[in-house]
């Protein structure tokens, strides 16, 4: 089955400096990698994700890269705010399986 | 708004002990899942189900058991709960396969078994 590692497990970074966040996934049939963010105390919620036919994707702060050669995606946070603390999981599936998450990276951001 | 919901929020159990987490869902879904969460090791799925009378195993289904009462209705039970079942459990739904899109989940329950 899918094995979805993600690092590092903690990362803390200035207010305004650049975050990112490494997954690397082993079944070369996942072609969909959403990532989740859970602020302390909520439920996690999807962010931003990318398919397998795209290498990039961006929303405003967030952006998601995805090297399908290499079998690894990342996430990209810039100008990071006191907000984006949080967890955040990626995680990989195909289509007739269920998403596999990574362990979750603990993002704090400093003030 | 339509959501997602479990009870209880909070339970602390002994060893030994039977437990019920229920789960409700107010957005139409067909599709409801749970997963536990851990520290370190992300969101692990135990269960899940396509509609009323579809069960289906996920990764750490032993110790576990789901009733699918109705489409808007999931619960999962621990017969007889353990120390290592102390984690925070959450109920998730999807409109479709969960690689077509966003997986909506409940506030969770955190259960503590002593």
């Known amino acids: 089955g899918e094995n979805v590692e993600q690092h590092p497990s903690t990362l803390s970074v200035q207010e305004g400096d650049s975050a990112v966040i490494k997954c690397t996934y082993s079944d070369s049939a996942s072609n969909y990698f959403p990532w989740y963010k859970q602020e302390l105390g909520k439920r996690p919620q999807l962010i931003i994700d990318i398919r397998s036919n795209v290498g990039e994707k961006k929303d405003q702060r967030i952006a998601v890269t995805l090297n399908k050669t290499a079998k690894h995606f990342s996430l990209h946070i810039t100008e990071t705010q006191p907000e984006d603390s949080a967890v955040y999981f990626c995680a990989a599936s195909h289509a007739g399986n269920m998403l596999t998450f990574g362990g979750g990276t603990r993002l704090m951001v400093k003030p | 708004d339509a959501d997602v919901t479990q009870t209880p929020r909070n339970r602390i159990t002994k060893t030994g002990k039977r437990i019920m987490l229920e789960c409700s869902q107010t957005?139409?879904?067909?599709?409801m899942y749970w997963y536990r969460q851990d520290p370190g090791l992300g969101l692990q799925l135990i269960y899940y189900?396509?509609?009323?009378?579809?069960?289906n195993k996920g990764e750490i289904s032993d110790g576990y058991s789901v009733s699918r009462q109705a489409q808007a209705k999931f619960s999962l039970s621990l017969e007889s709960a353990i120390p290592n079942q102390t984690a925070l459990y959450f109920c998730?739904?999807?409109?479709?396969?969960?690689?077509?899109?966003?997986?909506?989940f409940g506030e969770g329950s955190r259960l503590t078994v002593l």
């Open positions: 189900s396509f509609d009323v009378k579809d069960i």
């Open positions: 957005k139409g879904h067909d599709r």
């Open positions: 998730a739904t999807s409109v479709g396969d969960p690689n077509t899109g966003e997986l909506f």
